[in-house]
């Protein structure tokens, strides 16, 4: 089953007088469970794609599946909800709520949810703290922690809602290579433990090998596709 | 809870600006209390040194009266006799809302002066000397002589007529007997207690040709204890001397009274005659004595004349409970009009009025001046966090969620600040009157509430001040409010 559908995306952006054609015709099915890399030189599409598909951004024509859900015709108010269940958000920077300790990061989006008690909230987030290895740091603020450690509590609250697809902009590109690819086993691990579909894009082809599948973008196309 | 914690956390974090927004918050609350204090203890303060010491809430007067302002207006200027007052009194005083009324005469008067000399202009009021003290219980200090008893004639003086007659006049008055110079005007104390009078000679000022002079006993002299240097231009006399003076007679009364050699008195001495004469001065030779005649409020033809009835309300404002016995007066076809006390004192109600509408247009501005300083650093605040604001978005916040966050910050800081500026400006209203700063400008005793200054705040007031607290708050918040609902994520990733 395809958690992502893509047919013929494109977007533009008006640039002054000109329009930058940021994709030109994406077509691309995401089966669930996939751990995909999406490569490409700077420039060339790769957050413009990610946005689309984590309904932050919307498409200028196409149509966009995911879950079984057409999101090009969504409201704010839909769009807001899928992210919240459905979707798991890792940026490159500002991932966290600076004010809320690593645990209550974690528990932001269950808090959001609104469904769970107080305790398994806490309970579920720490869980999560245990398996990205911060347990030990649960109150530590975002400004206590280093990149790597601030990556590792963006992945345990993009996973406490059991999303069914985590999005990560070049999770690795503000982290030293060793950190950055310690971020990168850890989504193998949650990949391969709880079968989490992970789209992450990066313009570094020393991390292609822990990915199960890529794609190469291109001046908003996809390459050899 | 989450909201809460979010809140203050970021409250704390930014401390800096809350401090500033906080800051601003607690000395509007403070201004906007102590503001708040100033125009209740002004208005508590007119009610009790118009309204309750001379005017009443309501003034009757004939639907003839063409100017407002009965009691302040320039020399000369008549105020209309009102007839049929028993019926008049009567539909007034059954209504649930009225509380008691009062008949009164006031006009202009002339001071003749007995030998060589100017005269002197006096406002006189006409009362039932019983039922006016009873209306205006303490409003005036009798300091010297007394009032005159029920069925006897006499004047009583303030010391502010008392120094205008002796401006113009170059005379002064006491009763018989009384020999405290400290009662004379300042200037006039060196004088000889011989030139004081005991008696003054007045003459009607109408336009009625039936006006004639007398001749009346100083029965007393004292101030009015609040606003004494505008009331204290006010003289009071028997109602039955007065309407001799005005020569406003019931028709039974002007038989009796035309035959009697009045009639020579009158017909000589009217205005015209005495300009034609060349001189005021002279014609005091042939005055009456005035003798009070036993008031006989009888039936409709022979209803005893006035010019104005004060009427106290309970329950009910100056403005609409004119208006309402305005239409009481249509319905029953009365020859008579209401005006809220603050058109009837002309000038000192619209300079009350005025004072009043500066204080709360000062209040206003602060609250407009504090609400867009406010405003602006929110809106600031929201925008210096539009990564952590479009972070949360993404993440799953809703737009509501992140404007009830701002909500939840101002409120916290509205509450915090905003509830100590009150405060402290409801301490500091209740503690002004006891530094009894004093003031002797009639125009500051009005805005003082009295000779001390005196702010007040009611309970209803202070809530009103919480009210209006909240209302800045929530009208300022709103716009940045609105900013910060509208951060997308799109504007936090952009910025990486
Ligand atoms: N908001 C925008 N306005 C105008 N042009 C944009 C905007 N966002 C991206 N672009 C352009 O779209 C193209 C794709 O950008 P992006 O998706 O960010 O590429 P990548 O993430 O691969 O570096 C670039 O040419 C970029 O300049
Ligand atoms: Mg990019």
Redesign the interface.
């Known amino acids: 089953m395809n958690i992502v559908e893509i047919r013929n995306l494109t977007k533009n952006y008006p640039l002054g007088n000109t329009t930058v054609h940021a994709l030109r015709g994406i077509d691309m099915d995401i089966p669930q469970g996939s751990l995909m890399s999406v490569v490409g030189p700077s420039g060339s599409g790769k957050t413009t794609l990610l946005n689309i598909v984590g309904c932050v951004d919307t498409a200028t024509t196409g149509s966009v599946k995911v879950g079984d859900r057409e999101v090009t015709t969504l409201s704010d108010r839909e769009l807001t909800r899928l992210r919240l269940r459905k979707i798991g958000f890792i940026f490159q920077t500002f991932n966290l709520v600076p004010v809320l300790s690593a645990l209550e990061n974690v528990e932001f989006p269950l808090l959001l949810q609104g469904e769970l008690s107080a305790a398994k909230v806490r309970e579920k987030s720490r869980q999560l703290l245990l398996a990205v290895g911060l347990l030990d740091h649960e109150r530590h603020k975002p400004a206590e922690l280093s990149g790597g450690q601030r990556q590792r509590v963006a992945i345990a609250r993009a996973l406490v809602t059991d999303p069914d697809l985590v999005l990560a902009d070049e999770p690795t590109a503000n982290l030293d290579s060793e950190t950055g690819e310690s971020i990168l086993r850890l989504m193998q691990t949650m990949n391969a433990e709880r079968g989490t579909t992970f789209i992450f894009s990066t313009h570094d082809p020393q991390v292609l090998r822990y990915a199960k599948s890529v794609v190469h973008i291109h001046d908003g196309r996809l390459e050899g596709a | 809870m989450?909201i809460w914690r979010?809140a203050w956390?970021?409250l704390?974090?930014h401390r800096g600006r809350s401090v500033v927004v906080g800051g601003i918050l607690f000395m509007g609350a403070l201004l906007l209390t102590f503001g708040n204090g100033v125009v209740s203890g002004m208005e508590r303060g007119l009610q009790r040194q118009v309204v309750e010491s001379f005017t009443g809430d309501v003034v009757v007067a004939s639907n003839k009266q063409v100017d407002d302002n009965v009691f302040i207006s320039m020399m000369g200027k008549e105020v209309e006799p009102l007839y049929r007052i028993s019926e008049i009194q009567g539909a007034v005083d059954s209504q649930a809302w009225v509380e008691a009324s009062l008949p009164i005469g006031k006009n202009m008067t002339i001071a003749l002066h007995e030998s060589e000399g100017n005269p002197g202009y006096l406002f006189l009021l006409g009362v039932d000397f019983k039922k006016w003290q009873k209306f205006f219980p303490q409003a005036f200090q009798i300091q010297g002589g007394k009032f005159p008893e029920p069925g006897e004639a006499g004047l009583v003086l303030p010391s502010g007529a008392n120094k205008e007659l002796f401006q113009t006049m170059g005379q002064t008055f006491l009763p018989e007997g009384v020999t405290d110079t400290l009662l004379l005007p300042q200037e006039a104390r060196r004088l000889s207690l011989k030139t004081v009078r005991h008696e003054m000679v007045l003459m009607g000022f109408s336009n009625s040709m039936s006006t004639s002079d007398l001749r009346m006993k100083i029965s007393g002299v004292g101030r009015f204890r609040a606003l004494n240097t505008i009331w204290g231009h006010f003289a009071l006399t028997d109602i039955e001397s007065y309407r001799t003076v005005q020569g406003y007679l019931r028709q039974d009364e002007k038989a009796v009274q035309l035959s009697s050699d009045q009639q020579n008195v009158m017909a000589s001495d009217n205005l015209d005659a005495l300009l034609a004469d060349g001189g005021v001065s002279n014609s005091a030779a042939t005055t009456s004595v005035a003798k009070a005649i036993v008031p006989t409020d009888t039936g409709k033809g022979s209803d005893p004349v006035w010019n104005l009835m004060l009427v106290r309300l309970k329950g009910e404002g100056a403005d609409r409970g004119a208006a309402r016995l305005d239409s009481l007066f249509k319905t029953h076809h009365l020859p008579a009009r209401a005006l809220p006390w603050h058109k009837a004192v002309g000038v000192i109600g619209s300079l009350a009025m005025l004072i009043r509408g500066a204080l709360l247009g000062f209040v206003g501005l602060l609250f407009v001046v504090a609400g867009i300083v406010i405003a602006n650093t929110l809106a600031m605040s929201a925008m210096e966090r539009t990564?952590?604001i479009g972070?949360?978005?993404?993440?799953?916040?809703?737009?509501w969620?992140i404007a009830k966050l701002m909500m939840a910050e101002t409120t916290m800081l509205a509450l915090l600040f905003g509830g100590i500026g009150v405060l402290l400006g409801a301490v500091l209203v209740a503690v002004t009157p006891h530094l009894g700063i004093q003031t002797g400008n009639d125009l500051l005793q009005m805005v003082y509430g009295g000779e001390v200054f005196h702010p007040l705040l009611r309970p209803q007031d202070l809530v009103m001040c919480f009210f209006e607290l909240g209302l800045v708050v929530a009208l300022a918040s709103l716009y940045p409010m609105q900013l910060a609902a509208s951060i997308?994520?799109?504007d936090?990733?952009a910025?990486?």
């Open positions: 989450l979010l956390r970021n704390w974090r990564t952590e972070m949360m978005r993404a993440v799953g916040a809703t737009r969620f997308t994520p799109l936090a990733i910025r990486e």
